[in-house]
């Protein structure tokens, strides 16, 4: 802890070397960075964060509310219903928003952002809230299911279906129906016509079988990148029957999404923003919700992704709404908050926030944390008013803002090897200091 | 789902320099999963042409095939059927139904390839089924001159086959194809 150490840090105002700003070392049991949270930042430090909005306290409850760190766990359990006993409360909060008739998002909002408590299958109701799969009118919750549910049936019997199939459904639709031939008798076996040019070596753009070859390199793709998400993990990686057909299930998704829209397909990383909603989904303690997981996690995945396509469009890379452009939003948020670390990164180490931020934002930060972090942190995400994008630069800015002591001491090489293995964080942490972080953003 | 192509009779060089080009076309890598070959093709280069194709590849011995290596029959399992493949030169009377059929039971197979004759044949009886897939260059046989190149594709999917029959009639690709499945009773 070199506190006087580099002469370019004389002009540092006292309240910045506070050890709230360093991410504490990850110990389970260390559980007091949260709590002393409260009291340094308070009196607001004017030139680094000039419009502090007064409704600041007010979204956010005091981090004494929050669950504690077990967002630190060191091996990966998954399914478990970790109630600490801070957080019972929490869960009568949630189940007294929940059972009302007509949902309050704002309520649920907010009480998303403070956390939502994995027990008692709260969380994959409340995403789906969030994510409008499930209308706020409890009423309508059975039909809405219905009909998406059927939906996605009616999908996966139109696209999923290999040529043979569907050569055979064509032919018993023509009018020309022939006999099927077995093995008795003996003679000369007939010659038929084909239906519409449809034969398997067709060139033809609207054949069936041309259409499956050209998206079976899709479907390749799509089965490596499943087969390499999270392989830690037992529920996706395992050798057993429930996490093959988990795979099939990821599988399945994405093959829909690809063929159903075709201006963006699949692209790699998609597997990784619908392995949470899908794990989410399907240890959901409702079997009867558990089991259909697959359609509901599609239907999730599709509206989370609507608000981020355009960074998978490579064509938009360079456009306004493209992934450059948000990541040139992330500069200009950090050097508004923090000019100091923004012109080391970027002007003296020369970090290109490209390098790192890439991944962060088009994966939703699935890659940086841990998977049960990770959840916590897709809580916020998805519960924020302001929306996904908005809170997603507001949390890799705190992220910056976290290791900024290494950030400052570093060289190019250094701070790119941090940043592109960010280091293990308290959540709770992180996501208080994002939200202090809350204002319009430059443009 | 599984697409086997059947073809044979190139009589590469000597009697035909290439495969028609509307077939070349149309024979890309990467949508076949098996390739068996009656025989005659004749040269090396022409193995290594039907390899790029497709990795599995299986050829009987034509009597004008140089690399005397390959078997004179061979036999495989595809899914739920048993094929067997074989030139056809030393079955006599040459494309004889019941002969062949003989042969079929010898070697114990729902589908039997053949050649030789440079003329498509599809025939079923009692134990099973005879395909030629004639000659996919259009060389002249020991027959006849008048040959048409035709290959065959079969689309083997569970208890059926699809058997598509692509030849070239007057330079252009006529498609056809048989619908054929496989009943418990075709094999004792």
Known sequence: MADGATPRRKSVPDWLNNPIWSAPPPSPRHSSPPRTAPSPPQPPPSPVLPPQPPRDPTPIPPPNARRDGDASDDEDDEGKGAGAPSRSHLVAEFKVTLDRKVVDLAELRRLACQGVPDAAGIRPIVWKLLLGYLPTDRALWPYELEKKRSQYCAFQDELLVNPSEVTRRMEEMSVSKREEHNAEGTGVLPR??????????????TSVWNQYFQESEIVEQIDRDVKRTHPEMQFFNGDSSDSLSNQES???????????????????????????????????????????????????????????????????????????????????????????????????????????????????????????????????????????QATLLRICCAMLILVRRRLLAGDFTANLKLLQNYPPTNIDHLLHIANKLRGPLPF | MVLVLALGDLHIPHRAP????????????????????????????????????????????????????????????????????????????????????????????????????????????????????????????????????????????????????YELIDGEVKVDKIDFKKTATMHA
């Open chain 1, 192 to 205: 038929a016509e084909i239906v519409r040019d449809e034969h398997p070596l067709s060139l033809g753009k």
């Open chain 1, 250 to 388: 990821l599988k399945r998704i994405l093959t829909i999404f690809a063929k159903l829209n075709p201006g963006i397909r699949y692209v790699q990383g998609m597997n990784e923003v619908l392995a949470p909603l899908y794990y989410v989904f399907k240890n959901d303690p409702d079997q009867s919700h558990a089991a259909l997981a697959e359609p509901d996690a599609f239907f999730c995945f599709v509206e989370l992704l609507s608000g981020f396509r355009d960074n998978f469009c490579k064509q938009l890379d360079n456009s306004v709404v493209g992934i450059r452009s948000t990541i040139a939003t992330l500069s200009q948020l950090l050097r508004r908050h923090d000019e100091e670390l923004w012109r080391h990164l970027e002007v003296v180490t020369k970090v290109n926030p490209q390098f790192y931020a890439f991944r962060w934002i088009t994966l939703l930060l699935t890659q940086e944390f841990k998977f049960r972090d990770c959840l916590s942190l897709w809580d916020t995400l998805l519960g924020d008013p302001e929306g996904p």
């Open chain 2, 18 to 165: 290439d495969l028609p080009a509307k077939f070349k076309s149309m024979l890309v890598p990467g949508k076949i999963q098996h390739i068996i070959c009656t025989g005659n093709l004749c040269i090396k280069e022409v193995h290594d042409y039907l390899k790029s194709l497709c990795p599995d590849l299986h050829i009987t011995r034509g009597e004008y095939d140089e690399d005397a290596r390959y078997p004179e029959t061979k036999t495989l399992t595809i899914g739920q059927f048993k094929l067997g493949l074989c030139h056809g030169h030393q079955v006599v009377p040459w494309g004889d139904l019941d002969s062949l059929a003989m042969l079929q039971r010898q070697l114990d197979v729902d589908i039997l390839v053949t050649g030789h004759t440079h003329q498509f044949k599809a025939y079923k009886h009692e134990g099973g089924v005879v395909i030629n897939p004639g000659s996919a260059t259009g060389a002249y046989s020991s027959i006849t001159y008048d040959v048409n190149p035709s290959f065959v594709l079969m689309d083997i999917d569970g208890l059926r086959v699809v058997v598509y029959v």
